[in-house]
T-cell receptor
Framework: SQKIEQNSEALNIQEGKTATLTCNYT??????LQWYRQDPGRGPVFLLL?????KEKRKERLKVTFDTTLKQSLFHITASQPADSATYLC?????????FGTGTRLQVFP | DGGITQSPKYLFRKEGQNVTLSCEQN?????MYWYRQDPGQGLRLIYY???????QKGDIAEGYSVSREKKESFPLTVTSAQKNPTAFYLC????????????FGSGTQLSVL
């Protein structure tokens, strides 16, 4: 069955550094991959979508890469700020299904 | 401001009781979804609707029911048949039913008394 792995341990980094989160998957060839941000007690917020034929996508301080050979996506936040502290979810999908990872909690400290 | 509104924020269910969670959107989106979130698990799909008056079961539909009588509304009923209902319930919508770029509500935390 399809499986998504995100680092369950929290990632703690210092303000101003680049945060890198990883999403690995197996037994699936998704048409696209999405990243969402979720704050405690709130619903996820869509951040970025990257398609299988795209290698990299950027939005302001965010960058996503998608390696279909390694079956891995990397999510980068450059010049991180305490306000970036949240849980980040990756989701793999196509028109028939969308599978969410368990998320990685990011803590940016001053 | 366009968005998705879920209510109530917190809900308590007694044994044998059915409860209904509300979800309303004013984004003019065709597709709507209900997910369940449990600690340490990814979001799991309960039901989804691609168009008014049509809906399909997701991965964990047992013990739940939905209706889609209006484009804006997609209420979820948690029936007494759902033996483990305690969870954070999230409603979402998307412009069309491609599972892309979901807009989520702020969620309803359901607990059992």
């Amino acid at each position: 069955s399809q499986k998504i792995e995100q680092n369950s341990e929290a990632l703690n980094i210092q303000e101003g550094k680049t945060a890198t989160l990883t999403c690995n998957y197996t037994n699936y060839s998704p048409a696209y991959l999405q990243w969402y941000r979720q704050d405690p007690g709130r619903g996820p917020v869509f951040l970025l979508l990257i398609r299988e034929n795209e290698k990299e996508k950027r939005k302001e301080r965010l960058k996503v890469t998608f390696d279909t050979t390694l079956k891995q996506s990397l999510f980068h936040i450059t010049a991180s700020q305490p306000a970036d502290s949240a849980t980040y979810l990756c989701a793999l999908g196509d028109t028939d299904k969308l599978i969410f990872g368990t998320g990685t909690r990011l803590q940016v400290f001053p | 401001d366009g968005g998705i509104t879920q209510s109530p924020k917190y809900l308590f269910r007694k044994e044998g009781q059915n409860v209904t969670l509300s979800c309303e959107q004013n984004l003019n989106h065709d597709a709507m979804y209900w997910y369940r979130q449990d600690p340490g698990q990814g979001l799991r799909l309960i039901y989804y609707s691609q168009i008014v008056n049509d809906f399909q079961k997701g991965d964990i539909a047992e013990g739940y029911s939905v209706s889609r009588e209006k484009k804006e509304s997609f209420p979820l009923t948690v029936t007494s048949a759902q033996k483990n209902p305690t969870a954070f319930y999230l409603c979402a919508s998307s412009l069309i039913a491609t599972n892309e770029k979901l807009f989520f509500g702020s969620g309803t935390q359901l607990s059992v008394l």
